[in-house]
Nanobody, 121 residues
Framework: QVQLVESGGGLVQPGGSLRLSCAAS????????MGWYRQAPGKQRELAAT???????NYADSVKGRFTISRNNAKNTVFLQMNSLKLEDTAVYYC???????????????WGQGTQVTVSS
């Protein structure tokens, strides 16, 4: 199976920066896509950014130009650099991975527990 653990969340003032990290572990064969999703209070969970094994990225319009997603394939780790943070960025950020394992040969989705990001003055 696959376990995802996020870190790096916290409280930051508007205009500030945070860097989120997510480490995957378990009986991993290959992780094809990793990404970050976020859910604000009373809102539906939405995509923030994704990155493929080859490095292709995809961003939500609301974060383009401010967030940067990257990954270290050798360490099964994904990062989200968040700059110029706004009040609207306040949410629980969840790490996601699309992967195959030693037991399950087809791709399955896996989620972390989430890390809180609060932007407030």
């Amino acid at each position: 199976q696959v376990q995802l653990v996020e870190s790096g969340g916290g409280l930051v003032q508007p205009g500030g920066s945070l860097r989120l990290s997510c480490a995957a572990s378990g009986s991993i064969f290959s992780i094809y896509t990793m990404g970050w999703y976020r859910q604000a209070p009373g809102k539906q969970r939405e995509l923030a950014a994704t990155i493929t094994r080859g490095g292709s990225t995809n961003y939500a319009d609301s974060v383009k130009g401010r967030f940067t997603i990257s990954r270290n394939n050798a360490k099964n780790t994904v990062f989200l650099q968040m700059n110029s943070l706004k009040l609207e960025d306040t949410a629980v950020y969840y790490c996601n991975a699309l992967a195959t394992t030693a037991v399950v040969q087809y791709q399955t989705n896996h989620w972390g527990q989430g890390t809180q990001v609060t932007v407030s003055s």
